[in-house]
């Protein structure tokens, strides 16, 4: 959708991995603190976005 693009290309948005369960997630993963711990299963587009969101959550520790 073109508002996207322009959202990501004029406002520069910061990516944080979200949403009830993924927040979950990155609360455990941070509370145990082992790399790779939690593990979060679900569906991303295969786009750039799907690939921001897989890195978000890559950087918080979480396996995908």
Do not use: C
Request: aromatic share 8%; glycine share 10%; proline share 5%.
């Amino acid at each position: 959708m073109p508002v996207f693009e322009d959202l990501a290309t004029n406002h520069k948005p910061l990516y944080i991995a979200g949403g009830a369960t993924q927040n979950s997630a990155r609360v455990a993963q941070w509370q145990v603190n082992e790399p790779g711990a939690v593990t979060y299963t679900g569906a991303i587009g295969k786009d750039k976005f799907g690939e921001t969101l897989k890195s978000a959550a890559a950087a918080d520790g979480l396996t995908t």
